[in-house]
């Protein structure tokens, strides 16, 4: 079945510091990627998404590219800022099961020292 | 307005007890999602609702039941549960089911003693 595969956390930068956080992806065709965001104490926000190949989400100075070739969607950060601190999770549509039903990647946590 | 609300923040409950758990929004989403999410964990799809109706029961225990009054609004009634139930239980929403741009509530973060 479908699935997506983070790279384990946690991940420790220092202020200012360049992220990468690995996500690669197995399913049939070529869905919908998403990076969801969780901060400490709230609910998931959606960051950013890409709708096809070669597409490139971005938001808050975030950015992944839907790679097709490399199966990928790897989460960038040029300059990481101490309120970055979160949790990350990679997903993509479940179309083969309910609707509506997201397979997150495990999550990796990100922590930002001043 | 893009916020999805949750009532309450916290919530402790015996294993007798019989509590609500409720959620709001007011985007005109008309697809409604209940997760289970433990600690260092993703969440797991509990509920969905679609215009009101429920759409998909991810083979959640009959201890939990949940109820779309309306459009806007989403419950999950909670009786007899056990202490592994404890968890952040999450609302979303989203425009329809087929739309995987999902908007999330800050979570109740359930203890059951």
């Known amino acids: 079945g479908d699935s997506v595969t983070q790279m384990e956390g946690p991940v420790t930068l220092s202020e200012e510091a360049f992220l990468t956080i690995n996500c690669t992806y197995t399913?049939?065709?070529?869905?919908?990627l998403f990076w969801y965001v969780q901060y400490p104490g709230e609910g998931l926000q959606l960051l950013l998404k890409?709708?096809?190949?070669?597409d490139k989400g971005s938001n808050k100075g975030f950015e992944a590219t839907y790679r097709k070739e490399t199966t990928s969607f790897h989460l960038e950060k040029g300059s990481v800022q101490v309120s970055d601190s979160a949790v990350y999770f990679c997903?993509?549509?479940?179309?083969?099961?309910?609707?509506?039903?997201?397979?997150f990647g495990k999550g990796t946590k990100l922590s930002v020292k001043p | 307005d893009t916020e999805v609300t949750q009532t309450p923040k916290h919530l402790v409950m015996g294993m007798t007890n019989k509590k609500s758990l409720k959620c709001e929004q007011h985007?005109?989403?008309?697809?409604m999602y209940w997760y289970k999410q433990k600690a260092k964990k993703p969440p797991e799809l509990m509920f969905v609702?679609?215009?009101?109706?429920?759409?998909i029961n991810e083979s959640v225990p009959s201890r939990f039941s949940p109820e779309c009054p309306n459009s806007s609004l989403l419950n999950l009634h909670l009786h007899a549960l056990q202490p592994e139930d404890s968890a952040l239980y999450l609302c979303?929403?989203?425009?329809?089911?087929?739309?995987?741009?999902?908007?999330f509530g800050p979570g109740t973060r359930l203890t059951v003693t």
């Open positions: 979303a929403s989203s425009q329809v089911s087929s739309s995987y741009e999902q908007y």
């Open positions: 399913a049939t065709g070529y869905p919908s």
């Open positions: 890409a709708t096809k190949a070669d």
């Open positions: 997903a993509l549509p479940n179309y083969g099961g309910s609707q509506g039903n997201l397979i």
């Open positions: 985007m005109g989403h008309r697809a």
């Open positions: 609702y679609s215009y009101e109706k429920l759409s």
